[in-house]
């Protein structure tokens, strides 16, 4: 395996950390002051100016939809492993992705419609996604169910003539709260009777279909997470083309696999970045800090929380790098395992640096003068977004179960030759 940067992506590289400098970092306070000033207005969902006067430079800079797979669409699309450095420098800020089109959940939703909607779909939402006149929203997650299992999934999609006929109710909708939000990719069960993993379905909702109820924001951690937002929508009798229906009837489990894979690798790069970010941030205010007569830094403990800091952050890049590489080079569902395992690296590593740059900022750690707090929430739903670590330690388990059964049945079978 080579991991080595091309000299393209080097450049990129050092684009995208400039625009960072210049243009990223000196507006992190605008952007939340903005967002504060529109909350006291009533409405957080209003789209920040400083966001939207990003992005024509952006795209200017040549950084605009960076994390596209090659297609007629993106004919210079770059691979995951080259994405991978690149994604992983977004995340060093939270609102950073949406700057160059590379935020979720529409990175995941442009791939969706890429792999398996039909042109006519393309042309109506991925180009207008692609330029950024549009967003969406991806609605899987049930309050009614244990979700994390996604047969249990209870929303209905029953056809009617023409067209198929929606009704369910999803929360942790993201990205449902931006008024720019257009259509929905929507799962949910159009055959009960099915094999239980043919019982689902996708299909494209657009946001201002009769029947469509955005009920309430839901918070984490006490943030809102405005302007993104993340919403329980009600699907009441909600009437679509049958030509809206992605891929199938019964498709919908494939086309999860598809589009949550490279949605959980892009999860773990920006991870990388915070947690590079928190570490950089830690080791500043160790250094400025003097405590019972000498600097912070100075003291043992927070030599071993940097060096484990240090190590963590390398060995999840390796991971995440290899799983990038697989899903480049043999397909994501080969990659399974190495996705599930820095699923579950990634967050964990992120939370417990985190916590340690909180504990090294005092009191500041947890207010909102430094983004540690908001860094740490996001990091910990990470846990649970795109599968619990519960459920991906299982199929780690199982496929290293199933390697050695498929062994230890190739031993016994195997003709017994010493002594021929």
Excluded at 156 to 176: L, Q, T
Excluded at 210 to 237: C, S
Excluded at 245 to 252: A, D, N
Excluded at 285 to 311: C, M, T, Y
Aim: glycine residues 8%.
């Amino acid at each position: 395996m080579n991991f080595d940067y091309t000299d393209k992506v080097k450049g990129m590289q050092a684009r995208l950390l400039a625009f960072m400098d210049e243009h990223i970092y000196p507006n992190e306070q605008r952007f939340y002051q903005e967002i504060a000033h529109n909350r006291s207005k009533g409405n957080a969902w209003v789209p920040t100016q400083i966001v939207e006067e990003l992005k024509p430079k952006a795209k200017a800079a040549g950084l605009w939809n960076l994390f596209l797979p090659h297609s007629p669409r993106a004919p210079e699309g770059l691979s995951n492993l080259e994405y991978a450095p690149l994604c992983e420098i977004m995340g060093r800020v939270p609102f950073a992705a949406e700057i160059f089109n590379c935020s979720a959940p529409d990175t995941g939703n442009m791939e969706t419609f890429e792999r398996y909607a039909s042109e006519s779909l393309k042309d109506q939402w991925l180009e207008p996604l692609l330029r950024g006149d549009i967003r969406s929203a991806f609605l899987m997650t049930e309050p009614e169910v244990a979700s994390s299992d996604a047969t249990n999934i209870q929303c209905r999609i029953e056809r009617d003539g023409d067209h198929y006929v929606i009704n369910g109710r999803k929360w942790w909708s993201s990205g449902a709260g931006d008024p720019r939000c257009a259509l929905y990719i929507v799962m949910g069960k159009t055959d009960p009777e099915a094999p239980r993993h043919s019982q689902q379905s996708m299909i494209i909702v657009p946001s201002n279909s009769p029947g469509v109820n955005v009920v309430r924001p839901l918070t984490v951690f006490g943030y809102d997470d405005a302007p993104h937002g993340h919403m329980e929508v009600v699907l009441k009798n909600v009437r679509v083309p049958v030509g809206n229906l992605l891929l199938g009837e019964g498709r919908g489990f494939e086309i999860a696999q598809g589009r949550l894979g490279p949605g959980r690798i892009h999860h773990c790069m920006r991870t990388i970045g915070a947690a590079e970010r928190a570490l950089e941030l830690m080791c500043k205010r160790l250094n400025s800090r003097v405590a019972f007569g000498k600097p912070v830094s100075a003291q043992g403990v927070w030599h071993e929380r940097i060096a484990d800091a240090r190590i963590m952050i390398e060995q999840s890049r390796l991971l995440t790098l290899k799983a990038a590489y697989m899903m480049d080079t043999v397909g994501n569902k080969i990659a399974r395992a190495e996705i599930a395992m820095i699923k579950v690296i990634a967050p964990n590593m992120a939370t417990q640096i985190i916590d340690w740059a909180i504990q090294a900022h005092g009191a500041a750690g947890v207010s909102g003068d430094f983004p540690l707090a908001y860094s740490y929430a996001h990091q910990r739903t990470l846990r649970l977004a795109d599968g619990p670590d519960e459920v991906h330690r299982n199929a780690i388990a199982k496929l290293e179960l199933a390697r050695h059964i498929a062994s230890a049945t190739q031993e016994v079978e195997m003709p017994v030759t010493r002594g021929c």
